[in-house]
């Protein structure tokens, strides 16, 4: 079946490094690929998504781009802020959304000033 | 529209005792999913529906699990005679049918279930 895998956490980074954490998927056809964001306490939200090879989706700053050669979707930040502190999920989904998402298990990511 | 609500955000509740939970998608959303999130994993499908129609239901946990949305529109997820494993964040996430968007899921803010 279809499955996500992200780079294990937690990561830890000072104020204005740089953010990447690793994202790559298995799944038949052309799947859809998205970055959630939870922050402590709350649900999930749609950070970026792309919906086929070569689109790169970006919010706050954030970038991912679909890789359909490598079966990657990597997210980046330039510079990170304290308020970037959160989980990140990694999630794929059939393009007619037929079919629930699939879920990496999440990375930690906290910012210290 | 104020996006996916959930209700109640917080529940405690004793072992053996039944549980529901509320979720109100965003208003022009035909699909409604719901999930289950435990501790330091992602989340995990339960189910979801189609406008009142619930297509899939195998992924739910045990018979103990059950889901209506009986008008298409807010949808509640019950837990009967609940179990100390139960204990998990569920979300709900909901979803247009058709056109631009439609493989994009928006989520609640959850409901955290702790049993005792």
């Known amino acids: 079946g279809d499955s996500v895998t992200q780079m294990e956490g937690p990561v830890t980074l000072s104020e204005e490094a740089f953010l990447t954490i690793n994202c790559t998927y298995t799944a038949t056809g052309y799947p859809s690929l998205f970055w959630y964001v939870q922050y402590p306490g709350e649900g999930l939200q749609l950070l970026l998504k792309?919906?086929?090879?070569?689109d790169k989706g970006s919010n706050k700053g954030f970038e991912a781009t679909y890789r359909k050669e490598t079966t990657s979707f990597h997210l980046e930040k330039g510079s990170v802020q304290v308020s970037d502190s959160a989980v990140y999920f990694c999630a794929l989904s059939d393009p007619s959304g037929n079919t629930p998402l699939v879920f990496g298990k999440g990375t930690r990511l906290s910012v210290i000033a | 529209d104020t996006g996916v609500s959930q209700d109640p955000r917080h529940k405690i509740t004793k072992r053996g005792q039944n549980v529901t939970f509320r979720c109100d998608p965003i208003?022009?959303?035909?699909?409604l999913y719901w999930y289950r999130q435990t501790l330091g994993q992602g989340p995990e499908f339960l189910t979801y529906f189609q406008n009142e129609a619930q297509l899939e239901k195998s992924r739910l946990l045990s018979d103990r699990f059950s889901a209506e949305r009986p008008k298409g529109s807010f949808s509640t997820l019950e837990i009967q005679r609940t179990e100390q494993g139960d204990s998990a964040m569920y979300l709900c996430a909901s979803s247009p049918l058709g056109g631009r968007g439609r493989e994009t899921q928006y989520f609640g803010p959850g409901t955290r279930l702790l049993v005792l």
């Open positions: 792309a919906t086929k090879a070569d």
């Open positions: 208003s022009e959303h035909n699909r």
